[in-house]
Each structure stands twice: as structure tokens, then as C-alpha cells.
């Protein structure tokens, strides 16, 4: 049975996907989506070397039939009858901080593709393998994340573009939570409230001391926290931020 | 001055959006626009034949072309100086209430498209124009006003399409305030949180009684008061509801 | 039957309570609630040297005898059979910004028996009245207004004496709002985010222009245009800031 | 070091509290607080039982007293340099569904009193300790956790006394989060949104299926799983329900 459920990672990278991606892996098969190689090559390996399987698919989640081709591949890797224990949703649009007038009608537009355009394929892609996983029985309900920023519940000026696309995602999320919970299927939100430690962020708050920063493996134990929830207690959303971070 | 300052409505029709600029045209000159001439021919020469002004344009609110065509309309009747004292968002995206795994693609995004790009394209044109209209000294700071749901705050099962799109309209709007609050523009938000009276509604809540819907001039009334706020109290959002609506 | 609607305004003194009083007194004879006298005499002097109707009652709002002995007051002035058209509670606990750990016991219990005991007792005392109102017709309808703050919806740090009346406040509002809408009577919550214009508050702010503070007029305008709401349109909560207010 | 800390859970008895306890407990010697013996001494018997240590105090947490006997006996048996590792809010007011006009003034203040008076209590009674925890170098950060409802967001009809102390409640709960989080003390709040399955409720939900009630194991392995967030990643706030649950 076991065989049978994979863990699918859309928008992996140095970050919370990646760290989530190694986190699922010691249980489930992982199937990696970026749109560019370079970002799940070498996580595949890393997950591979360590004994555990992932796979490695090129997709760009805005697009339906990249998004259908990933699912063929999927089947064609771990067969027709294959279910999902759990689908994490780690792609966003473009953080483009910028004065309302300049923003350029593309990048607005881009933003929301990959956020909510996003969302929405990547969900009608997975749901019918999570509840495949359901009918598989499968040891903890079949879990479907997206992760979320500061900006899923707080829309500041100058960053519309990022936050309509974030606020949108979480209603997905919400809508998502309410019509699949009773089938069995567990949707959650996660609001990452802060700034999280990679490579990128070395030098960032630096003066707020070593742990001003998220941890992306802190996060990926918190998803897998949510994903061992039983049926009788489902969290939809969660807020992660550091002790020492302003809200 | 008064001659140089217009309302802008876009998304007229029997409801919201026709009492909104009736009310404003008491005051202001008012641009309708809608994709349909239908929606607003009527209601043009009904405010022209009270002594009003009004002149429609069809206009896809969704394409930046058909918006930039409606600027340059609006620039040739009123002068490339003219000034907007209101600019009302009124569409919106399709009402799918639907099983998610049943929606279309094309759907959901032409659902997203008027809402969130609608409202974007929207602000990006008339934003200027309030501008200008503060610079022209309006005797009531210049507003942008967006007209939301129950679904702006509430994202219920089946309902993903719409809400995605009023969530993300949501966030403009509060990134909005906050970025051209400070700069003279009033820029709020109505959750309308129950049926509104219109024709197509006749027959719905009868059983509630005679009150049981939104009155369309009601909302006009309240948008009304929202644009005469002075720039000591500015509103961000309010919500809209019958006495009777359960909530 | 006007000679029989009166509005009762909690808490008045030179900023937000007694605005609302003036602004109300246009219409409606007026109760003015303080417990030191010195914080009606002028306003009701002024009220009735205009020619409208005012009477200040000595009340401890958070003491139930009291708030009884009020209402025994209102009736021997007005009539046992008098209906209130609006009941406005102004009152607040102290705002006492303090570290936890030094808040004492008994100013944390004093500011919750004025923001939430209070809100309690003043909704108790009002409520019939406010149906009484109902039943008289009022033009608009009868109205039950809670002013509330930022602290209303936010909790920042050293500030939990203050925002627990405040939240406990709001669920107070909205439950009674759901109670008595369907009954006639309009319940709403204002939160004033941000400073208000008042002699004490004369210094505050002056950097950031002439702007920068909330007007009482403004705020009791507001009131008022809740108050006039229809049946079919009712508001439960408005928010309200300066432009250049930083939220 | 680790015999230096403890748990002190406010609230026990068949449901959550008693589950935490029993959670908690397997890491720490845990303090069990209730008015009434009765509710711990069964629960005492069976950690110590066990091979776990627990003792039962007999604490109104409402009464300041009362709640500083409380310490004192913790310190008699722990010592006067003791730490805690977690404390625990889980009482509360009564729940009392009844038209407002009705409600009596006891009956609300005495479940403010429980709510928002215990809350105040309990939490300057355990921050100390907590504080403690930290100097201590605590394995996970010491864990401040409240227990709210439903009620903790939404202030139904008739639901105005149980709702006013859990919102205030919560707003406790967040600015403590802000305040003593950079002290490294990790405050947290629960929405448990539904039915806990307990002695008393077990016909309640049949038509629902086996799994329509929160389990209060699974409750208690949340509140543990919050405890060991690390001092990056705090969550402030998770909501918990069945998935069946309609919201």
C-alpha cells in the first residue's frame, strides 16, 4: 500500500521546498516540481543518495498542460492507480514591491498566474490523487498545503501585487479546506510570517541576533506536523514568524 | 472647477452600479462603462433627460486596451485636465457555485480576470484622474470605491471562483488606501453581505419578509457617504447587510 | 410620538461623546452619561441654550444601581412609555500601556469593568428602550452604537489591559447586533484608529501636518449616518482614520 | 536541570485539560489546577501511578488569593528557584446560550471573571516562572498555551457572555505573544472549533459518523507539538476541527 502514495512538492528550491521535500521523503515517494531543473537536480539526488526516491519533473504551474504533463508522468512513474499522501503548494508570484501607477500590467498579471492560476491547477491536479489516497487508506489523511506569506492577511502599500495573489490563494485554500475536510482530505494554510534563513538571506537581520530568521527545516517539521493530524482535528491555518519578529 | 471633476463607474446595470451613478450624478458629470451598452444606455438618458450628464463607453474593464480607449474617451469629452471626484468599481467576476473538480479552467480564470485584473486595469486608469482631482481641490477628497461580497471575507465550499477573485480585489483595495490615503485619495471597500433588490432578484426571500433585501439605492446612499468623508476620517471598509440576513 | 424618542449618549466630554451629543440633539432630546458631572454640565447648558433638549445623569456605568437609577431618571423626565431612537456607548477603561508583569491587579479589573461590565449594563438598560423605539416607529431605526479603538481589533504589547475591554467590546456588539437586527434595532461598532482632535491632544502629532487627528464632528457625523441607515442596509462596523494615519 | 521544570495546567478535568496533563506530564512533573478535587485527583493519581509525578492544587483562578497560594505551594515542593517549561490555560466561563434581556448580571460577570480575570492571574502567576524556564535553558521554549472556542472569533446571538471573555481572552493571548516572545517565552492560542469528545458529550454528533468530535488526545498532541516549535518558529495561533465540522 505504502508503495502506492507519493508526496508531490510544487516549487522546490533552497527554502521551505526543499526542506519539506526531505522532510516528506522519509516516509513517501516525492515527486519535485520547478519549473527549472536546477532547483530540484540536485534535491532528487540528495533524497536518492540517502536511500529514500524522488523524481525531478520540469513544470511550469501556470500552464494546464505542463501541469497535465506532470501528472502523466507521475502515473507513468509510480502507475495509474497511484494516490498522494500529501500535495504542498510552495509556488508564489513575484514579490514585487513597487508604487501602485508603475507597476507594469505583465507583472501584475505574472504574479497572480503563478499564485492563483497556480493554486487552482495545482489543486485540480492532486485533489483526485489525495483522495485516491483516502480511498488507499492511507495512515494519516491525505493532506494538501499551501504556503502563505505576511502578505496572505495583510495587503501594506506598494505590495498589491504580491498580496492580491496571496490573499486569493488563501481563500482557495479556505474553499478547499471546507469542501474536501469532509471527503477525508486535510487542506491547510500556512502564513510564514517573516523572513526565512537561506543562502539569499544570509545578510538580512543580521542585528536582530541568530534567530531572527525562520527555519526552513523548523518549517517543513510544522507541515509535517500538520499532515500527521487525525480526521477528528484538522488545523486549516497556521501562523509561523520568529520570537523576536514585530507584528 | 466643479466642470472638470467626473465619476467614473464602472460595472452599471440594474442594481449597484445604476444607483451609484444616478446618485453621483447629482453632483458630478458621470462616466458609465460596462462591456454591454445595453446596461447603460438607458440609464445615460435617464440622468441626461433629469438635467444630468452622462455619456457611456463599452468597455472591456478585464483588456488595457479597451480601458485605455475609455481614458482617452473620457480625456476627449471632458479635457485632457479632467479630474475625477469618484471612481466606483463595481464588477465583478461570474458567481460559479460549483464543485471544484468541475470548473473549468477558462471559468476560473475569466472569473479572476474581471475581478482582480478588472480592478487592477481599473485603478491604474482612474487613479491619475483622482489625483488630478485632488490637485483641482474637489470639495470631497477624491474616492476609489470597490464593491465586495459576503465572499470577500468568507470563502465557503464550492464557491473558490468567486471568492478567489473578491479576496484578491480585497487586498488591492486595502494596498490602495494605504499607499494613496496619504496623498489625498479616499479609497474604500463595501462588503455587501446579502441579496440585493433588483429585477432578477424579485422573487427571492419573499419568506423573510418584505426586508430582506439590500436596497440598491440604500448602497448608493452608503458610497455616497463614504465620498463625503474629509480627510480626517477616512473609512477603509464597511459591511452591508439586511436587519434580517443571519451572519 | 418625536416627543417620545430621546438618544442616551454614555461617556461625553470634549471629544467623541460630546460631538455625538450635539450632532443627535439636532433631532432627538438628549441623556448625557458621566459620572463627574463636570463632563455634562457645559455640553447640556450649550444643548439647551440652542434651543435643543439635554439632562446629564451622575452614572457610574460599570455599577448596576447606577446605571437603574438612570434609567429611573430618564422615565421621570421623559415618561415611563419613552423609546430611545439612539443609545451611543462612549465609555472606555483606562488605557494603561505597561509592561505586564507591572499591571495591577486591580487597574486591569477596573478597565474591564467600564469597557465590558459597562458595555453590558448600558445594553441591558438601553435595549428596551431602543425596542420601545421600534414599536414607536422612529424614523430611522433605533440605534446602538459602540465606539470602539485600534486596540479593537489589535492586541499589541503592554496594551492587554486596554485591548481585552475593547475586543470583549466588539463580541459584545456583534453578538447583539445578530440578537436584535432581525428585531428592528441597529447595532454597530466604529473603530477610531488614530488620534482624536482635543484640546488634550492639541501638541500631538503636529508633524505630520494639519490632518493628522480625527475630528469629533467627523466621527459624530459618522454615528449620525449609521444611525440613518434603513432597515434594509445596516453597517456593523465602520473603521475610520486620518489619510495619513500609518495602519 | 530538567527536575527544575515543570507544567502547570489551569482547568483539568475529563476533557482537554486532563489529556494535556497526561501529555505533558510524560516529559514533566506537571501542577494540576482546578476549584474543585475532584476534577484532579483521579488525574493526579493516574500520572503518578505512572511513573510520572503530579500534584493537584485547589485553586480558584479567579481569585488573586487563591492563585498566589497556588505558587507558593509550587514552590514549596519544587523549590523557590523553580522553572516552568509550559503552563496551560484552559478554563472558563460558563457557557451560557440565553436571549441578552435575560442574561443576569452575576452570570456575566462571573464568566468574565473565570475568563478574563483567570487569564490575567494565571498568566502574571506563570511568566515569572516561564521567564525562569528561559534563564534555565528550557529543551523547547518555555510554552505559555490558552485554550479558546469557536467563540473566539465569532460572537454569535445569545452567545454574548461566554463570547465577550474568550475574545478578550484571545486578545490577552496575542499581546502577551508580542511581549514576552523576544523574551523567549512562546504564548499561543487554540480555536478548538467544535466538539471534544468527552463522558458528557458522547450522544451528541451520532448522525455524523465516528470521528464528528475533536479527540482530546489529539488536542493534547497539538498543544505538545506548539511546545516544541523552536524559538524561529512560533506559531501564535491554530485552529483545530473535525473535518466533518461545517464552518
Known amino acids: 500500500m505504502a508503495s502506492k502514495l507519493i508526496a508531490i512538492v510544487a516549487g522546490v528550491g533552497p527554502g521551505t521546498g526543499g526542506s519539506v521535500a526531505l522532510k516528506f521523503a522519509s516516509k513517501y515517494p516525492v515527486v519535485l516540481l520547478a519549473r527549472n531543473p536546477e532547483n530540484y537536480q540536485g534535491l532528487a539526488k540528495e533524497i536518492n543518495d540517502k536511500g529514500g526516491k524522488a523524481i525531478g519533473i520540469s513544470t511550469d504551474i501556470s ?8 501528472v502523466s508522468q507521475i502515473k507513468n512513474e509510480f502507475g495509474q492507480d497511484v494516490g498522494a499522501a500529501a500535495a504542498i ?31 487552482f491547477l495545482f489543486s485540480q491536479a492532486t485533489l483526485p490523487l489525495l483522495l485516491k489516497g483516502v480511498e488507499l487508506k492511507s495512515e494519516h489523511p491525505p493532506s494538501l498545503i499551501f504556503t502563505g506569506a505576511t502578505a496572505s492577511v495583510k495587503s501594506n502599500a506598494r505590495m498589491a501585487t504580491f498580496a492580491t495573489g496571496k490573499w486569493a490563494l488563501r481563500a482557495l485554500s479556505q474553499s478547499l479546506a471546507r469542501e474536501f475536510g469532509p471527503q477525508g482530505v486535510h487542506v491547510a494554510h500556512a502564513i510564514i510570517d517573516g523572513v526565512i534563513d537561506i543562502p539569499r ?47
Do not use: C, M
Request: negative net charge.
Open 63 to 70: 500552464d494546464s498542460n505542463s501541469v497535465k504533463n506532470a
Open 89 to 119: 503548494f510552495n509556488a508564489s508570484g513575484g514579490f514585487l514591491r513597487k508604487s501602485f501607477l508603475e507597476v507594469p500590467e505583465e507583472a501584475f498579471r505574472a504574479s497572480l498566474d503563478v499564485s492563483v492560476n497556480g493554486g
Open 201 to 247: 538571506t544570509k545578510d538580512f537581520l543580521k542585528e536582530l541576533g541568530p534567530n531572527a530568521k525562520l527555519s526552513p527545516e523548523g518549517i517543513a517539521n510544522d507541515y509535517w506536523w500538520l499532515h500527521t493530524q487525525p480526521v477528528t482535528n484538522f488545523t486549516w491555518e497556521i501562523d509561523l514568524r520568529p520570537a523576536v519578529e514585530k507584528w
